[in-house]
């Protein structure tokens, strides 16, 4: 009978379990950049190594403003938790790139202009709401720790999974 009941237990808590180890997702976000101050647009992939890590690759580019353009490219894993159904939380750790460029014309004075890139660390969180069994939505703040220019970049998304 023990036995039995575990093998229920095992059935229905397989079924409750949205995001299996395996699974892959593609999304979009928009993005805004505390040291840019301007709003961007990314594109990210997932993979679920398990049911509750998930690695999470993401490319963001945020809009010129003032002469200042940024990219950058980020590889990080997320450690889920389930909240509530369809509902969960997430903190993230991990490595990213990141390149801006800047060009300044001032009347009267040569142009300015050039580019630098740096590694930097990523640490933040997020949450994410399933939609549906494949649809989700998500927000998420991270603090991107970069020599000389750390910025905190927050960010709103979605993403199908397949």
């Not at 575990?6 to 379990?17: F, G, K, Q, R």
């Not at 933040?124 to 220019?149: D, F, R």
Request: hydrophobic share 40%.
């Amino acid at each position: 009978m023990k036995k039995l009941l575990l093998l229920v237990c095992a059935a229905v808590m397989s079924l409750s379990a949205s995001a299996q180890a395996g699974d892959k997702a593609l999304g979009a976000q928009l993005v805004f950049g505390s040291e840019t101050n301007s709003l961007g647009f990314g594109v990210k992939g997932q993979y679920y190594f398990t049911d509750h890590i998930r690695g999470e690759g993401s490319f963001d580019y945020f809009f010129k403003r003032k002469g200042l353009s940024m990219w950058d490219v980020n590889a990080n894993v997320h450690y889920l938790f389930d909240v509530a159904d369809k509902f969960k939380v997430y903190p993230l750790a991990g490595l990213g790139y990141t390149n801006w460029s800047y060009k300044y014309e001032f009347e009267g004075a040569p142009v300015i202009e050039g580019s630098d890139g740096r590694l930097a660390i990523n640490l933040g969180g997020g949450a994410e709401y399933e939609l549906t069994k494949n649809l989700s939505v998500n927000a998420e703040a991270k603090y991107q720790i970069i020599s000389n220019y750390n910025q905190l970049v927050l960010g709103v998304g979605v993403a199908y999974k397949f």
